[in-house]
């Protein structure tokens, strides 16, 4: 029998996920609802606005709000190139809505700012997204979405979209998670009679259209905390 080995029990699983600490980009947006999903999960969740706050988490959420905003602030606190950095390095980030358009290598109808110039983004997913595609806020919709890679046991994901991007491309690293059937959506009229991408992952980046965070769904945030700790 081993002495050191006995002296040393197991970590309990609960304890290791404690010590996972995931961060918030806490600039605008919905962050006090991301940070409850996270810590419903037993992970340790930080509000994140500066280059120092982002090198303490093991991974990040882009919360939903507005992206030109985002990208603005972002930029005057002097976070968004050292998280493009991280990304390109591969640090795991989740982006809902807003966050889905920051992570965009492309916008297909990017703001432009007084000076004409488009608004930016951290990137990372081969992706084209279309800002505000299914409508503006009265057209705000509710439906349930076949999710990839989570549990199904619990049903389909039910899923809120609030001015919500949609994917008009995906690149042959992009794994497409969800997509919104207009047999099945409550609001139809901007779909065309398509189906329209809302979920994508590629490697250690996840983006959806839609809100997780405000419906009490917590198995999209389950997800990225297994993609942070290399178990999905």
Known sequence: MNPLSDSVPPVPDDAAQAELRVGV???QGDVREHVAALESLGARAVKVRRPEELETVDGLVVPGGESTTIDKLARAF????????KIREG??????????????????DPAEDLTGAPQQTFGGLDITVRRNAFGRQRE?????????????????VHAVFIRGPWVERVGPSVEVLAEVDPRHASHTATLGGRSRIVAVRSGSLLATSFHPEVTGERRVHE?????????A
Request: hydrophobic residues 45%.
């Open 25 to 27: 980009l806490a600039l």
């Open 91 to 108: 640090f795991p980030v989740f982006g809902s809505c807003a966050g889905m358009i920051l992570l965009a290598d492309e916008i297909a």
């Open 140 to 156: 705000s919709f509710e439906t349930d979405l076949d999710f990839k890679d989570i549990d199904q046991g619990g049903g389909p």
């Open 78 to 85: 002097g976070i968004a190139e050292p998280l493009r950095q």
């Open 223 to 231: 997800l990225f905390i297994r993609m942070i700790k290399g178990e």
